[in-house]
């Protein structure tokens, strides 16, 4: 049986500063409060959505509005995750209309969680531009998505998985890459 293996690749001030080096992107590409507001995608996108809006406040003078995006019922592998899908709230409490959304998430890996916010986002309203500003890219996407910021782009295997802790939900703030490693027989040789 294959053993996973884990590598802690962000602990917490590694990720202050990635999201501090995204909200410098942000400033540095000009973007202004005035019609911004920050989505983020639940669970761990919405702690993430904070800490950018934070930092956009002490750049720009004043925080932009930050929103919840529940997409369980937008998923597409929604019939494989669970038999009974737990339902959250989505708290936009701004307009979406002719807005600049500012879309938060953890990980990109293959792009359908994002393709699933987006079609989540726009049933709301018609925002004037989406941005996705994610704290990890992993690659191997199964949809053509990219990300506008990135804190920390990573070269994984589709068997690795990368979970992202945040204290707000965790308790702690790190990134761990989870390797599958397989198991060796008796005989010294590997099992698939």
């Given at each position: 049986?294959?053993?996973?293996?884990?590598?802690?690749?962000?602990?917490?001030?590694?990720?202050?500063?990635?999201?501090?080096?995204?909200?410098?992107?942000l400033?540095?590409?000009?973007?202004?409060?005035?019609?911004?507001?920050?989505?983020?995608?639940?669970?761990?996108?919405?702690?993430?959505?904070?800490?950018?809006?934070?930092?956009?406040?002490?750049?720009?003078?004043?925080?932009?509005?930050?929103?919840?995006?529940?997409?369980?019922?937008?998923?597409?592998?929604?019939?494989?995750?669970?038999?009974?899908p737990?339902?959250?709230?989505?708290?936009?409490?701004?307009?979406?209309?002719?807005?600049?959304?500012?879309?938060?998430?953890?990980?990109?890996?293959?792009?359908?969680?994002?393709?699933?916010?987006?079609?989540?986002?726009?049933?709301?309203?018609?925002?004037?531009?989406?941005?996705?500003?994610?704290?990890?890219?992993?690659?191997?996407?199964?949809?053509?998505?990219?990300?506008?910021?990135?804190?920390?782009?990573?070269?994984?295997?589709?068997?690795?998985?990368?979970?992202?802790?945040?204290?707000?939900?965790?308790?702690?703030?790190?990134?761990?890459?989870?390797?599958?490693?397989?198991?060796?027989t008796?005989?010294?040789?590997?099992?698939?």
């Amino acid at each position: 049986m294959p053993r996973a293996a884990s590598v802690v690749m962000m602990d917490g001030e590694a990720i202050r500063n990635a999201v501090q080096l995204m909200v410098v992107q942000l400033v540095e590409r000009g973007v202004a409060v005035e019609g911004l507001a920050v989505v983020g995608i639940r669970t761990r996108g919405v702690p993430l959505a904070q800490r950018l809006a934070a930092g956009l406040a002490r750049h720009l003078g004043a925080l932009p509005p930050v929103g919840v995006l529940d997409i369980n019922l937008y998923r597409d592998d929604l019939s494989m995750i669970a038999d009974h899908p737990v339902l959250k709230q989505t708290e936009i409490p701004f307009r979406i209309d002719d807005s600049r959304i500012l879309l938060v998430d953890d990980v990109l890996f293959t792009g359908r969680t994002i393709r699933a916010a987006l079609d989540s986002l726009m049933d709301l309203g018609r925002p004037a531009i989406v941005q996705l500003a994610v704290l990890i890219d992993r690659g191997h996407r199964e949809v053509p998505i990219q990300a506008d910021i990135v804190g920390l782009a990573v070269g994984t295997t589709r068997a690795e998985r990368v979970d992202v802790k945040l204290v707000e939900i965790d308790g702690v703030d790190e990134v761990v890459l989870v390797r599958q490693r397989r198991a060796k027989t008796r005989e010294g040789g590997v099992r698939s």
